[in-house]
């Protein structure tokens, strides 16, 4: 067999779906002759494993009748893309995967691991976004060193704003500093719907949510806006911390949402200076809690001034000192999150069909009775007064 003879064959093999041939279109990559033995390469651009077996039929029923005593046709296929598993509501569909990080109780560093584990997994090569949606007490742009920031807005849609290799959006970057918000529920609801379909986030791998502490109306409405592919928990080891967050695990199971993982966090203390470790809360006091749940430790985080210090002057401390204890913890609890969550892909992904408002078409899903006039002066049309459109 010749080059010339090989190239005569393989120039009879049409793409499926086309008219031109495999040689013309450039997909034939290697030809290795021996003797009357041939070996050919092909690239193709289809994953549908249909088009490469007819493809490697044909140029073996080709070469043979060129005379070929043995063809093998290696066909190189793109991966299948990963269709989107989740089921239900989205409001942004460009995002491939939530990640809720929640607790039960207040100040226990919430924000702290949103934030670190964020750019944990945009160190580790993901495409990022970070979302606070802790609508009364958004402290995320002072960690990220965007207090002050503001965004760009383009046609009612809103950038978000970048630090640190990933994108973020926060209700303190849309308000002035130091204002308060007094809110009824069905207000965070639309605020937190807003922050997912109007910001212009990018096509991310995942976003991580920040979460106000507590049960309540945020983690609702969240969880029915998107599907959450996996919720994580962050405690400090104290016994009335744990029990708030079995309320908080307890809601992740309620609402469908796969449990990544719990991170200890204030997990002992390291003396800068000396390294030794001091067990300031109690450590490792999680572990019946996650045995419980059938869940596993991300991390536990030591206490560290570098930490509160990074928080504080918008400087991450997994960023600015990724040789420090706590960044690694922080690296390992990104790697462990996203084996979790290509985990929860491969079983099928998530819904959040379950947890959609049951009310029928044209009744209010508002928890409050019909508000009287007095109560809603600010709102001229009637309804509970806080703006959801209700009664
Ligand atoms: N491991 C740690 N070592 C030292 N300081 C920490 C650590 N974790 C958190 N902090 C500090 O504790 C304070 C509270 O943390 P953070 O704001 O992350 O908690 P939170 O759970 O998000 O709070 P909230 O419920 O108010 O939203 C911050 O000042 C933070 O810098
Ligand atoms: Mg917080």
């Known amino acids: 067999m010749t080059q010339e003879s090989v190239n005569k064959a393989l120039s009879t093999v049409t793409y499926p779906g086309f008219t031109k041939d495999i040689v013309t279109f450039g997909f ?57 598993s989740s089921r239900g509501k989205n409001l942004a569909p460009q995002v491939k995967n939530f990640v809720m990080v929640s607790s039960g109780k207040g100040g226990v ?28 007490g958004p402290n995320i742009p002072r960690m990220l060193g965007l207090a002050g920031q503001k965004p760009e807005v383009e046609s009612n849609k809103v950038h978000p704003l970048k630090a640190f290799g990933i994108e973020m959006m926060s209700m303190g970057s849309l308000m002035e500093e130091g204002q308060s918000l007094i809110w009824r529920g069905a207000m965070v609801m639309k605020a937190i719907e807003q922050f997912l379909r109007d910001i212009l986030w990018s096509e991310l791998d995942v976003l991580v949510i920040d979460m106000p502490p507590g049960t309540g109306d945020a983690q609702l409405s969240l969880a029915q806006a998107i599907p959450v592919t996996c919720g994580i928990t962050v405690t400090t080891p104290q016994q009335v911390s744990l029990d708030d967050s079995r309320r908080s695990l307890d809601m992740f199971k309620k609402l469908n949402i796969p449990i990544a993982g719990v991170i200890e966090n204030m997990s002992g203390f390291i003396s800068p200076d000396t390294g030794v470790e001091y067990d300031i809360f109690g450590k490792g006091s999680t572990e019946p809690m ?11 985080i030591p206490i560290e001034p570098g930490v509160r210090i990074g928080g504080d002057t918008g400087a991450p401390v997994t960023y600015e000192n990724p040789e420090s204890e706590v960044a690694k913890r922080f690296m390992k609890a990104a790697e462990m999150l996203w084996a979790k969550i290509e985990k929860i892909e491969e079983e099928g992904g998530v819904e959040n069909e379950s947890i959609q408002p049951t009310t029928p078409p044209g009744v209010s899903a508002c928890s409050t009775a019909a508000a009287p006039q007095q109560q809603a002066p600010q709102q001229s049309t009637g309804g509970c007064g806080t703006g959801c459109g209700c009664h």
């Open 109 to 136: 560093g919430k924000s702290t691991s949103s934030v670190n584990l964020a750019i944990a997994l945009a160190m580790q090569g993901k495409k990022v976004g970070l979302l606070d949606a802790d609508i009364y």
């Open 290 to 300: 996650i045995a419980e749940y059938e869940t596993e430790l991300l991390a536990e």
């Open 28 to 84: 034939v990559k290697d030809i290795e002759i021996d003797g009357d033995a041939v070996c050919v390469t092909v690239d193709i651009t289809s994953s549908a494993p249909e088009v490469a077996k007819q493809i490697e039929d044909e140029c073996v029923a080709a070469l043979l009748r060129e005379g070929a005593g043995d063809a093998v046709i290696k066909v190189n296929a793109p991966k299948m893309p990963r269709e989107t």
